[in-house]
Every structure is written in structure tokens, then in C-alpha cells.
């Protein structure tokens, strides 16, 4: 897989994946588990992208901005140069919640010379199943689905619309924008809105690092794995995501290709546990939230993932259409897994629950869903820890006896054993 060299741009609600040479290959909207507006990662000729078309002599840098979730990428041939800035919104607004629209922001600025490109805007919207219309209409340019399911898309710019659905060739002559949407904008949109959108952004995700707890070596990779960490969670939930694509194969031309936009307990918790110890336990707290909100029930069955809105049904399909990342099919959405079993996931759920009630601070009513989830959770462990597994690999054959899986459910009744100690209880 050697171009899989892609930058991460998101805003908790939804993700996109930039190129090196600065085209958005993937992107679901309104959300992360959402059909594809742009899925050129799974199919070059029918998935879709929005990338600047340069000629030969310019030179192409990246990088993101320090300590952000926000890409540069630069084009450059000496005497002309520009520099495109994408993030998706973030930043928290006047009332403490936060604002994350569906939106991607390109902000093009002008270095130096009078550079020139052009704009290959090719939405294929609903994983490009059906045909998309392109039409311009006084204030965006509209794309939206004729046949099959109906959606669309919002273009804006303050480039000539005509030129950019044209792929006509643009002279950069001062700094420019265009913002994609998954929503029609209420109000106007113009360059000096998508500036300030851009700095609060940029202040948010700085002061979010700021906060990560710093180490002596290898401080800047930690800072870029936390920050990537932190994109992939869902602000409405409190989910984590295992990736934000689907059907990256393990091998190309390999059938093992998953769709991993769901939120996997075990995978999750590890996360959420990381993200703790670098000093940011809100995210924990949500987690947490999100495991109790999706087992309400005592006699509840926990699955081993679930969707990002705590769906419980992930009934897998594919995508025949789609050719797959380097013609490696099928193209899976959904994941058969969610109806296997795997015995570890209930060790590394309560080693973070364990780890709330020891570092964090927990309401009572809290305390109390979590104690039930606890007594639920050891109840499964003693029933069918002896039992075979799917086992971490989640392997689609046979049950199998799997040591980690055995190791994890003592964890499991070790730690509901230290939970309620603290709690002055002893039996579970």
C-alpha cells in the first residue's frame, strides 16, 4: 500500500482523508458512518474527489499545522505558489456547546506570482451508486442524486462557478475559499467567514493539545497520535471510532477488507484509556456515558460493537459497484462481527470503568448505572469464561479456546472485585 500517504482533517462528527497531493479521496457526510460524498480511495474512475489539477512544474508539500487537525498543503514552481488550508470546523461557541457542521473548508492562499489550476469538483454521492446532477445556482453549486436514494451536496466559493464545474483553468490573483456542505447555508458565506472559522478552529485544536500531558521524547508523535485519536471521537455519543474508512484490504487483493466506522469496546476503551493518562478524562466520561446509554437492560446482551449512535444491528453488504482500494474487493458497509463473541472485551471495558471510579469523579446515579453494568458484566464472565471464542482476531470460522480471552475475563473479576471494595460492597 504505497500511496496510502493520506492526512486526517475532522471535527468529531465526520472525517476526511487528504492526499498528498491535496485531494479529497474520502469523506461520509453528515457523519462518520454516513454514505460517501467523495470515495476515490475505494474506486479512481467511479469514487469521486475534489482535487486542484496543476501542470508538471509545480512541487507539492505537507504538512499540518502545529498541533492541529488542520492540513497544508502547498503547490509551488518557483515563481508562483499557493497554499490550500483544509480543516472541518471545530470550536466551541458563546453558550459552551460546540460548533461542528458538515462542512469542509478549503482555504486557498496566495503566496506569491499569479499561480493557476483548476478545480476537478466531483461529488458521487450514496457511495456513487447513482448518477449525480450538477447544476449552478446563484448562491452554491448543487449536486444531488436523480435515481436510487435521494441526497446532495452544497458547493461555495467565491471562484466563478462556472469555471470550477468546467474545470476551467484559474488564476489565483488573491486568497479564495471553497466550502462544501452537506447543508444548504442560511447565511452568506464569504472569505473573512471562512477566516474566522479557520483561526477558532485552529485555537481549539491548539488548546486541546496544550492540555495533553507532555513527555520527555517523542512529545510531537504523541501530540499527532492523540490529536488523531481525539478526531475519531463522536461528539454526539461519546463513540469511538475504530478508523474512519471501510474497506482498506489486510493483504491487496484480499478479501479481508472490513468497514471499521463503528465503535469496537475493547478497541475503544484502550483508546479512551490513553486518552485518559495524556489529561483529557472528559473524553472517558463520554465514553462511559455512551456504554451505559447502549446497555440500559440487566439482562442486556453486550456485543462487541455497536454503531456510533449505538446502533445494534450492523448487517453487512456490499458494494459491488465499487472496484475497491487498489481493485481489492469486496466492498463491504456494515460488519458481520457485531454478532460474534469475544470473551476479552468485558476485561478491558471494566479496567476502564475500574479506572473511573480510582482517578475520576463519578455522580451518584452514575455510580450506581455503572455498579449494574459491573454486576451484569461478571455474571457473563462467570457463565462463559470457560467457553470458546472469536477471539481478539475476530476470526469467521470456528470457535476457538484463545489464552488472551482467558487472561482478559480475570481481569474482568479482578477488577469488579477492586470496584467494590470501593464501594464498601462485597458481593457482586
Not at 469542509?104 to 492562499?109: P, Q, T
Not at 472496484?323 to 469475544?342: E, F, L, T, W
Amino acid at each position: 500500500m504505497n500511496n496510502l500517504n493520506y492526512g486526517i482533517i475532522g471535527n468529531c462528527q465526520s472525517a476526511a482523508l487528504i492526499s498528498e497531493k491535496g485531494s479529497i479521496d474520502w469523506c461520509c457526510l453528515p457523519i462518520f458512518d454516513s454514505a460517501s460524498v467523495f470515495a476515490k480511495l475505494l474506486d479512481d474512475k467511479k469514487g469521486g474527489s475534489l482535487s486542484f489539477i496543476i501542470t508538471d512544474d509545480y512541487s507539492i508539500s505537507q504538512e499540518y499545522l502545529w498541533q492541529t487537525n488542520i492540513l497544508s498543503t502547498t503547490y509551488d514552481n518557483g515563481i508562483d505558489a499557493f497554499q490550500v488550508i483544509d480543516f472541518m470546523p471545530r470550536y466551541q461557541q458563546e453558550d459552551g456547546s460546540y460548533y461542528t457542521p458538515p462542512d469542509i473548508i478549503r482555504f486557498i492562499r496566495l503566496l506569491k506570482g499569479r499561480p493557476q489550476f483548476s478545480v476537478q469538483y466531483d461529488p458521487r454521492l450514496e457511495y456513487a451508486s447513482s448518477k449525480v446532477f450538477t447544476t449552478i445556482e446563484e448562491e452554491y453549486i448543487h449536486s444531488q442524486t436523480k435515481d436510487g436514494k435521494y441526497d446532495s451536496l452544497f458547493l461555495y466559493s467565491d471562484l466563478n462557478y462556472s469555471d470550477i464545474v468546467n474545470q476551467q483553468t484559474i488564476t489565483l490573483t488573491g486568497n479564495a475559499y471553497l466550502l462544501v456542505s452537506y447543508h444548504e447555508k442560511l447565511s452568506p458565506q464569504s472569505l473573512d467567514r471562512c477566516y474566522l472559522k479557520f483561526q477558532r478552529t485552529k485555537t481549539y485544536w491548539m488548546d486541546w493539545s496544550e492540555k495533553t500531558t507532555r513527555y520527555p521524547i517523542y512529545q510531537n508523535e504523541i501530540v499527532r497520535s492523540a490529536l488523531t485519536l481525539k478526531v475519531l471521537s463522536y461528539e454526539k455519543s461519546g463513540a469511538v471510532l475504530a478508523a474512519a474508512t471501510t474497506s482498506l484490504p489486510e493483504t491487496i487483493g484480499e478479501v479481508r477488507n472490513w468497514d471499521y466506522r463503528f465503535c469496537w469496546i475493547r478497541d475503544a476503551s484502550m483508546v479512551i484509556k490513553v486518552i485518559a493518562d495524556l489529561g483529557h478524562p472528559l473524553s472517558a466520561r463520554k465514553f462511559l456515558q455512551f456504554v451505559i446509554n447502549t446497555i440500559p437492560d440487566k439482562d442486556e446482551k453486550i456485543q462487541i460493537m455497536y454503531g456510533i449512535n449505538g446502533e445494534r444491528d450492523l448487517t453487512e453488504s456490499f458494494l459491488d459497484h465499487l472496484d475497491g482500494y487498489q481493485n481489492s474487493q469486496p466492498v463491504r458497509i456494515g460488519n458481520a462481527a457485531y454478532i460474534q463473541k469475544q470473551n476479552d472485551i468485558y476485561g478491558i471495558l471494566m479496567e476502564v470503568i475500574y479506572r473511573q471510579f480510582v482517578e475520576f469523579e463519578t455522580t451518584l446515579e452514575n455510580r450506581e448505572e455503572l455498579w449494574t453494568i459491573i454486576k451484569g458484566i461478571t455474571k457473563i464472565v462467570e457463565q462463559h469464561w470457560q467457553e470458546p471464542d472469536k477471539g481478539i482476531w475476530e476470526l469467521r470460522t470456528e470457535d476457538r479456546h484463545f489464552t488472551f480471552s482467558k487472561l482478559l475475563c480475570w481481569v474482568a473479576m479482578d477488577r469488579a472485585i477492586k470496584v467494590g471494595e470501593i464501594l464498601g460492597r462485597n458481593e457482586l
